[in-house]
Structures are given as structure tokens and as C-alpha cells.
């Protein structure tokens, strides 16, 4: 069991940039994976991005590949999204989640058990 609260979302405008916290409870943080999903009122939901245990290898979706930088620091129960160059179309609920890695950490929302509330981003033009 690992409890996850988000924050850091806000409004800025497109060009812009914001770094998303998800901060973690419980003693098992280390040995999940950590991705972050988005998702709008009209669309479903989307992974982002995901890191491995260790915090050595990312994945990313294609639409975010060289703007967001997923990060974690397990000393501190800690996962970030860091968004540069944010576009409108960035705009959504953005949720980070964890789940037990069976060798590889993917963006299938299937693999995340535990789940934060989100927090909203919006990327005005």
C-alpha cells in the first residue's frame, strides 16, 4: 500500500513551465514504478511518462519526448514531472501513480494499483 499526493499544477502560459510533485507514503515507494498520466473531460486517459526502481531509465509518449523530464528521488519518497514548453494541448488532470515492476516500467495504466487525486495543469496560448 502506498498512499500519493500530487502538486505543483497551476496555470502558465504555452511556452512555459511547471514541475509536478508526487509525494509518497508508506515503506515499499522504492520497489514500484512511478508514471504520470493525463487526462482531460474529453479525452482518456494517457500515460506520459514513467521511470524505473532505480531512477536510471524513462519512458516517455511521443507527444511529450524532449519537454517532460520524469525523475524520482527514493530517499525522499519522491517522484516529479518536470514540463518545459508546455503546449495548450498539455492541458489536462495530470495524476501520478505507482505499481510493482515486473522488469519494466510501462505506460498501461493496467500496471498502476495506486493512484494519487491529481492535480491540474493548463497551458493557456
Known amino acids: 500500500q502506498v498512499n500519493l499526493v500530487e502538486s505543483g499544477g497551476g496555470s502558465v502560459q504555452a ?25 482531460t473531460p474529453t479525452t482518456e486517459r494517457e500515460g506520459v511518462a514513467t521511470i524505473a526502481l532505480s531512477g536510471t531509465r524513462a519512458w516517455y509518449a511521443e507527444s511529450v519526448l524532449g519537454r517532460f523530464t520524469i525523475s524520482r528521488d527514493n530517499a525522499k519518497n519522491t517522484a516529479y514531472l518536470q ?35 491529481g492535480t491540474q495543469v493548463t497551458v493557456s496560448s
Open 15 to 39: 511556452g512555459g513551465s511547471l514541475r509536478l510533485s508526487c509525494a509518497a507514503s508508506g515503506s515499499t515507494f522504492s520497489r514500484y514504478c512511478v508514471a504520470w498520466f493525463r487526462k
Open 83 to 117: 514540463m518545459d514548453n508546455l503546449k495548450p494541448e498539455d492541458t489536462a488532470m495530470y495524476s501520478c501513480a505507482a505499481g510493482p515492476s515486473s522488469g519494466f516500467c510501462t505506460l498501461s495504466e493496467r500496471q498502476y494499483p495506486f493512484w494519487g487525486q
